[in-house]
């Protein structure tokens, strides 16, 4: 039996022999392994936000106050005609057609 020295590189040698031979694998592994746990986690938060889980259940109130909705009114619907825009002298309207 040989006495107690150990040499590191004795050790280390079989270890980058296997990286040297498995580097592609080991690298597919690893790629594989990051997507699935991505798409776990993606899966995880779809499911998440779509059962409600951590949403807000506060009810928010609904209502305009009065001057509100008469502002709104007040407002011109698309069927409606505008005004004509009064442009300065020598100036266009890039937005007629």
């Known amino acids: 039996m040989k006495s107690g020295n150990l040499d590191l590189s004795s050790i280390l040698k079989p270890i980058g022999?296997?990286?040297?031979?498995f580097h592609t694998t080991?690298?597919?592994?690893?790629?594989?392994?990051?997507l699935a746990v991505a798409v776990l986690m993606l899966r995880n938060t779809i499911n998440?936000?779509?059962?409600?889980?951590?949403?807000?259940?506060?009810?928010?109130s609904t209502?305009?106050?009065?001057?509100?909705m008469d502002r709104l009114k007040?407002?011109?619907t698309s069927d409606d005609?505008?005004?004509?825009?009064?442009?300065p002298?020598?100036?266009?309207?890039?937005?007629?057609e």
């Open 17 to 21: 022999a296997g990286l040297r031979r």
């Open 89 to 96: 002298s020598g100036r266009i309207n890039p937005f007629t």
């Open 26 to 34: 080991l690298f597919i592994v690893a790629i594989v392994i990051g």
């Open 63 to 68: 209502t305009f106050d009065t001057s509100t």
């Open 81 to 87: 005609t505008l005004p004509a825009v009064n442009l």
């Open 74 to 76: 007040d407002y011109h």
């Open 48 to 60: 998440d936000a779509s059962s409600g889980i951590g949403s807000n259940t506060k009810t928010t």
